[in-house]
């Protein structure tokens, strides 16, 4: 029983496979924590977090404090980037030269990962919304003028995107780094006339690309009632997607649905009565609002969000440099089910204690050698520095409530 455990608290504190040495303390303390039966996730946040990056390349003296620009956004600003101390560690140590920001935003995270890395020569930073950029280029353009080429586009058309950008500055080759934040963002939402809040009087719109030709006006107002119920059960998850789709059916006939309130008020009626006495959360935590799901598909619909994430993730992989990392961060299941595939389907094989284990295999049935999306023997093409994803403290999700579904997963090009 002793032998094994001492088997078990060496294979823990092994480097990861591939990886740069990693310092051994944090990495002891975790294998230790685990042998007398704790788990990683019942670490404090910080302590936690240090670990991690003890054995993962990062600093080993756990002072992720030291960061003084990650946690001081002030309050009232317009997108408070999540995990922000996250990203910017999954990155420490790269030479970031060229760097793709795929959903640029307000350019939470840009500002904190180009003052880190100042050795950055060209930051690419593409948004579908126009109001986005412009924010962004006002407060990147001061600091970094020169290093930031911002682009108008759905990260979807990633590849040809980025390559006009690398061209347009005479660069050639690949990049350094990539990120992607993806869904919604605060600003978007806290704007009543974008149509994206259930909690607001606005019109419905959803669109993040306002030139975008389909609204979520459209989709309510004239898809059929088997369209309405596939998006509400497939993008929302909804468990009562026949009720909905049939009230908003029978609604419309009478005119249409104009507002985000009218929709909202539609959902919250036709549902009532099935919802009343229902589970709480876990926790004892308020239930969700009745249309949060409903309106998460209509918006998932509307962007062809998870279509550009299935597009767009091979191609974001395909153009890292040898060493390069990616992160993405996601904010429901439908998104990060998506990332953890395909990250796992270009890890390839991984070691899993004494045996050569397919990652690939174990989760989906499939041998990395027979797939087609790999190179079939070609070999894997990401390394997973970390099999869970990052989620945001204790202390974050009370700062930024919109944390608290936040998953973050990274991983590095192998090659």
Known sequence: MVVAGLSRLRDLARPLTGGTPCGSGGRARLAAARLRGGREEECAGRARHASY???????????????????????????????????????????????????????????????????????????????????????????????????????????????????????????????????????????????????????????????????????????????????????????????????????????????????????????????????????????????????QAVRIEVNGELEAIDSALPSMIGSLNPGGRIGIISFHSLEDRRVKRTFLRHSGRAEDGDDRVSKLERYTGIRAEDDAELGGAAGPTLRLLRRKPFVATEEEAERNARSRSAKYRFAEKTG
């Open 53 to 295: 990056f003890a054995f993962c390349g990062g600093r080993s003296d756990g002072n992720l404090g030291s960061m003084a620009d990650v946690d001081h956004d002030p309050p009232n600003a317009p997108h408070v980037p999540v995990l922000a101390r996250e990203v910017l560690q999954s990155f420490e140590g790269c030479n970031l030269r060229v760097f793709v920001d795929a959903t640029l935003g307000a350019a939470g995270h840009a500002t904190k990962i180009l003052r880190r890395h100042p050795e950055v020569e060209l930051y690419v930073g593409i948004d579908a919304d126009p109001d986005a950029l412009s924010l962004a280029r006002q407060k990147l353009q001061p600091e970094f003028g020169p290093k930031i080429e911002l682009v108008h586009g759905n990260f979807r058309q990633y590849e040809s995107l980025v390559s006009a950008a690398l061209r347009s500055r005479g660069l050639s080759g690949g990049v350094d780094g990539v990120l992607a934040d993806l869904g919604v963002s605060s600003m978007q939402i806290d704007r009543d006339e974008r149509g994206f809040s259930f909690m607001r009087e606005g019109p419905l719109d959803m669109r993040m690309d306002p030139s975008s030709p389909v609204s979520a006006f459209e989709v309510v107002n004239s898809y059929s009632e088997q369209e309405l119920g596939r998006i509400l059960r497939e993008y929302g998850e909804e468990r009562l997607w026949r009720r909905i789709a049939r009230a908003v059916v029978e609604e419309r006939a009478a005119g249409p649905i104009e507002t985000t309130t009218a929709l909202s008020g539609l959902i919250e009626r036709c549902t009532r009565s099935a919802r009343r006495g229902g589970k709480r959360r876990r926790g004892g935590a308020k239930a969700i609002h009745p249309a949060t799901r409903a309106f």
